[in-house]
Each structure stands twice: as C-alpha cells, then as structure tokens.
C-alpha cells in the first residue's frame, strides 16, 4: 500500500506552508505531494487566500527532487484545454517527469460565483471534461512536426503544433475519480492509469471500483493497469490524548471523523483499519493533512504506519 500526501491549500496556506509540507513529506518517504485545486474555502477565512495549483506545483518541482507530484483534482471548468496542456507539460519538464495528472468536472460552485468563472449544469461539465481529455491526451501524444485538431461541441482546435511535449511519454500518469454509476467508469478506463474514490464508506467504494473493473475489462484493457485509490483525514496519535487533539485542533469531531476514516487513531488502530481497505483493492492511500503546521503528524505515519503496510 502506497501513501501519499494530499492537502487543502484553499482553507488557509501560502507557498511556505505548502512547499515545506512537500519537502517533509518527501523526505519521510511519502511517494507523492498532492494538492487540491480550489479557489475558495469551505469553511473558515481562508487566509492567506487561494493559491492557484499549477503555479504552485511548478515551484514545488523546483523545491523537490523524488516526490511525485500532482492534483486532486484540476477542475475541467477552471481552464481551456489547450492551456492546461501547456502548464502540465511545463511542470512535468520542471520535475524531470514527476507529474501526474488528476482531473474532474468541478462542483463547488461558489468558488466559480466568487471568482467570475461560468458553472454550466452537470451534464455540460461532464461533456466537457470528456472534451478535455480527449484534447489534452491528443495534444501531448502528437508526433513531433504534426500537427493536432479537434471539433468537439465546446472546444475547437485547429492546426495546433501540440507543444510542449510532457517528459513523461506518452504523457503523465491521468488520474480520474468520482461517484458517477456510468459516465465516470467509462472515462477512467478510456484515459486514467489510477481511479480514485475520496471519503466515501468502504461499502460505496468497493461498487464503485468494481464499476470501474467493469468498465476498464470492457475496453479490453489488463484489469492490473488501473490503479485503485482513497483519500481519508488524517488524525492519528500515539494515544488517545493525542488523537483528541490533533481532532480538535483541525475544528472536527473525534466520533465523526473515526466513524468516516480509517486513518484516525493510534498507528495500530490505523493499521488494522486499512487492512479492509487493503482487501478491496485499495493501492493507494492520500492521507488529508488539514493542520499544515503539525509535520510532525506526518513524521507518526511515516514511522509507525507505513512501514507497516508498504
């Protein structure tokens, strides 16, 4: 079982938070630093402000040298394909091929109300994502000298050189997730090399990757080339002391968050609680870090959990 770092940068983190999470995180032996793609909080000020998510990973991949690093999930609504193309291909070079790459439709809508971007209905975002995938894999898997077009019912491309080229070929890793019944399977085994399902009930996920499974032996895809995943809080202790405090230091109810995550507790509550998620199929863990100040929440994982379960 893989763990991964995942933060919210949107409830309240500049660069200096974000970049000294990435740099613990890999230095602690945490395979990957992923980062939300949000322009306003949920709760709370927010303060300092959001911080746009490509920006930001391009710094962090000059900052870093071995980690992995990525979204969950760019939103499809917040960005032109072609654009998006040229900003994950950029990061991707600045990395030296450690990027990879999550994208969804977008639901928060007042994030676009504050922000002056248009929120179409569902079934528009979703044709739309369909769209993008469709241009950014095209764009970045172009022959060097071709050139790239598209006609889609949102987006048109015409003539394109389909540059820059990612260094990663024949383009990063796509990561797709959700809880849609049909639409979502079908775009993960089409385009994504791992589908993940975030903070949902073990009874939920497991349909939902089995879905997946469905979708992706229907293509005629190797049922091995799909990666599955979870995200969950974090809020671990070495005791129950300690739990109770790292809860109540992130704002959250300690029967609440053990009631919806395995990673809340002690590291051998949190073992014996990922061994059913283990047996479903998860791969891969992004463990929510809320508290951006408690690196040390992370150095308890690293030391007490993973070694456990890698």
Not at 157 to 176: E, F
């Amino acid at each position: 079982m893989e763990f991964r770092a995942f933060i919210e940068p949107q409830q309240g983190a500049g660069y200096a938070d974000q970049v000294a999470v990435a740099q613990t995180a890999e230095q602690l032996g945490f395979a990957a630093f992923f980062r939300s793609d949000h322009y306003l909080a949920m709760s709370g000020d927010g303060l300092p402000g959001p911080t746009d998510s490509w920006v930001t990973l391009g710094a962090i991949a000059r900052e870093t040298s071995s980690i992995r690093l990525g979204t969950l999930v760019t939103s499809a609504t917040f960005r032109y394909p072609g654009p998006l193309a040229i900003a994950v291909a950029q990061v991707d070079d600045m990395s030296s091929g450690r990027v990879e790459f999550g994208l969804g439709s977008g639901w928060f809508e007042q994030e676009h109300q504050a922000y002056g971007i248009p929120f179409p209905p569902l079934r528009e975002r979703f044709d739309r994502l369909s769209e993008q995938l469709a241009i950014l894999t095209g764009l970045w898997t172009t022959e060097p000298g071709e050139t790239f077009d598209y006609a889609g019912e949102y987006y048109t491309i015409t003539g394109s050189p389909a540059l820059p080229k990612p260094t990663q070929r024949p383009h990063p890793p796509i990561v797709i997730g959700g809880h849609g019944a049909k639409r979502t399977p079908q775009l993960a085994a089409q385009y994504a090399a791992e589908f993940n399902i975030p903070f949902a009930p073990i009874g939920v996920a497991e349909k939902q990757y089995q879905r997946v499974a469905d979708a992706v032996a229907a293509v005629g895809r190797p049922a091995d080339s799909m990666v599955y995943s979870s995200a969950f809080v974090l809020c671990a202790g070495r005791n129950d002391g300690e739990v109770a405090r790292r809860a109540a230091a992130i704002g959250r109810d300690l029967d609440e968050l053990r009631s919806n995550s395995p990673l809340v507790g002690t590291p051998a509550e949190i073992v014996d609680n990922l061994g059913a998620w283990k047996q479903i199929g998860v791969q891969r863990v992004y463990t929510q870090l809320l508290d951006l100040s408690d690196l040390a929440h992370l150095e308890l994982l690293a030391s007490k959990v993973m070694p456990q379960l890698l």
